[in-house]
């Protein structure tokens, strides 16, 4: 059973206040883009994680759990729980998404886990855990799991898990820029709660951005890139300060949107076409400001049997 999953761009991220639970309500819009894992589970009398790079994808995967800690070990127990049945199987991870570089990719190993043993494990014509379970089973994971199932455009509310999706228009052409060295989403939660503090800045309560909506909808690249926004940014930005010059490059190439992705560090930017999109890209390697540039386009669907 074969699963491949997309990596996310955060469109909008609005962190609101910190909630008693530790996580903060957010307004998160989520863009799934072409950058895919593929996880594969087969029948094993118990359960074991294989993690490669995908073939020609640079990712560097020595930092990914090949034991309990990884996620898509975690979801397989978590349907395997559901089931009632035992988790054997050997799953294998196939990196294409940066680790931990704000694009979600241990959530989508998650998500496409959650597809892969559902299948494996229950393969009756009826089966008893729906789409809509799997979704709900994400968010036992991960703030971010629900949305590698769903996949597309969605707006997400509470810690990002409470899904809706959003109504969009034709393709929208990325370029990524990678990094040396992931950065840790907690660390960099905290430090926006930490120059919220010193700066005095009280967080509002978090509204979806009417202006990313309509341009979403209308499929304005242009109008997108504008409204696009992430409270997550300025403490990315203070944790790792060279990406300055990365966002710096791709505005004085072009980009019609350049942003940080979610918590970072790997940066993202829109272009207007697709023929901007490769001359943004061939611009971006030649100016040397990243690890990788990847090209990639969205929304497309979430995890997939293949
Ligand atoms: C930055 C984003 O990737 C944007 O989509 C997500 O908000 C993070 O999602 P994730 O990696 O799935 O995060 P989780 O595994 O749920 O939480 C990891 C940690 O991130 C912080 N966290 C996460 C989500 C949220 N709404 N508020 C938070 O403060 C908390 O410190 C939490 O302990
Ligand atoms: N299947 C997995 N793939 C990648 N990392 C994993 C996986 N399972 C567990 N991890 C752990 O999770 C950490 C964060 O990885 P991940 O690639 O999901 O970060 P991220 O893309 O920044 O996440 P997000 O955008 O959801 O905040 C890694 O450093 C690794 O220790």
Redesign the pocket.
Known sequence: MSVRVPA?V?LQ?SVGPIRDD???D?V?V?HAVSLFDQVTAQHAPRLEVRVKAAPYSRVAVDDVPVDEGNLAAKAARLVAARLGVEPGAAIRIRKAIPVAG?M?GG?ADAAAALVACARLWDDRDRPVLTRDDLVELGAEL????PFAVLGGTAVGVG??ERLTSALTRGTFHWVFATADGGLS??AV?AECDRLREIRGEAAAPPVVSEALMTALATGDAKGLGAALTND?QAPALALRPSLERVLDAGHDFGAVGALVS??GPTCAFLAETEEDAGDLAQALDGAGVARQILRAQGPVPGATVV
């Open positions: 996310k955060n991220l530790g996580y903060h957010l998160n989520f704000g979600a959530s991960g703030s971010d799991v810690r990002g989403t907690p939660y997550l979610g918590s």
